[in-house]
């Protein structure tokens, strides 16, 4: 054994970057909803960045360490401790038997993701660990369920070097989100006034957000088109519902769909939303693919630099 789970709740996840290839299959991508701050965390391990790690939504997590190794945490503030002292919210540290970690309840942000040298152990399938439930795949057991007390998490070795975190890679989940949308087809069903609304207004995260899709709240927006047929859905569309409020499609979102759409996050912009709380407040800002994948190439140098 290698950790064992004391505290855990639905939102406590094994989680690597997900499935693709099998969308024509209806299977959708799953993986870390916050795939940056997954990548940083193995990163310190020396892993590869895609490796299995637990996605830890909201807290409330608890383990008991049945063997020494290194560790690593990244993302969210979620007030972690180690035999009761505080670790930081980004950073690699040092584990022994016995000893036992627990993350409490959001401080800033919304998810961490907890990696172990070469990833957690389990069962692939489709090419992946990642737990997806409404699909019944993927998780410690290979059956689409979150993280329970008694489980038990393996990994194999110890950590090659560990690194420490760049503090100016560290974001800030505090401040206001700034979500870049690459605009997409139906943008031009969208009346005038409804473009201007959508991108020189506030949104406010809704309470009903999950690993399907997140709602924002805002100015209602208008639509030409009032059915289509249903189309292949990207990660990050964002949909525009009879009622004007717009949903941002996350990793297990549904494979196709039949709502016109603004456009589409960028991968960046689907990460620093699964950080978003309900009640926090965001804006869009539209750009282009290519502008997009300048973004994303900027973002990826630090873990090769």
Same mark, same amino acid.
């Given at each position: ?47 590869? +960045? ?10 409330? $997590? ?30 690699? $540290? ?84 700034? +979500? ?9 069903? $969208? ?24 709602? +924002? ?66 804006? $869009? ?21």
């Amino acid at each position: 054994m290698s950790l064992v789970i004391d505290r855990s709740t639905p939102f406590i996840l094994l989680q690597d970057r997900g499935r693709f290839g099998c969308r024509h299959l209806g299977v959708t991508q799953g993986g870390a909803l916050d795939w940056v701050s997954m990548g940083w965390a193995n990163w310190m391990l020396g892993n590869p +960045l895609d490796a299995a790690v637990v996605e830890i939504g909201l807290g409330a $997590f608890n383990l008991t360490c049945q063997r020494d190794g290194s560790l690593a945490i990244a993302g969210a503030d979620l007030g972690a401790t180690l035999d009761g002292q505080p670790l930081p919210a980004w950073g690699a $540290f040092k584990v022994r038997i016995g000893q036992r970690l627990a993350f409490a309840h959001p401080r800033q942000g919304a998810r961490a993701y907890l990696a172990a040298p070469d990833g957690f152990l389990g069962e692939r399938q489709l090419g992946s660990l990642s737990t997806v439930a409404r699909e019944e795949l993927g998780g410690l057991n290979a059956n689409g369920k979150a993280l329970a007390i008694g489980d038990q998490l393996h990994w194999q070795g110890d950590a090659p070097q560990v690194r420490n975190m760049p503090r100016a890679q560290i974001p800030d989940f505090s401040a206001d989100a700034r +979500l870049e949308l690459i605009l997409g087809a139906q943008i031009g069903d $969208f009346s005038g006034q409804s473009l201007f609304d959508a991108f020189n207004n506030q949104w406010t995260v809704d309470t009903r957000a999950d690993r399907m899709g997140v709602r +924002l709240l805002g100015p209602k927006l208008e639509c030409r088109t009032q059915s289509m047929i249903s189309e292949g859905i990207s990660l990050g569309a964002v949909q525009v519902p009879p009622d004007g409020q717009p949903i941002a499609l996350l990793n297990d979102r549904q494979t196709i769909g039949g709502y016109p759409r603004l456009g589409a996050l960028t991968p960046l912009a689907v990460a620093r939303l699964a950080q978003c709380l309900p009640g926090a407040k965001l804006h $869009f800002a539209p750009t282009v693919q290519e502008a997009a994948h300048q973004e994303h190439r900027k973002a990826l140098t630090g873990w090769w630099s």
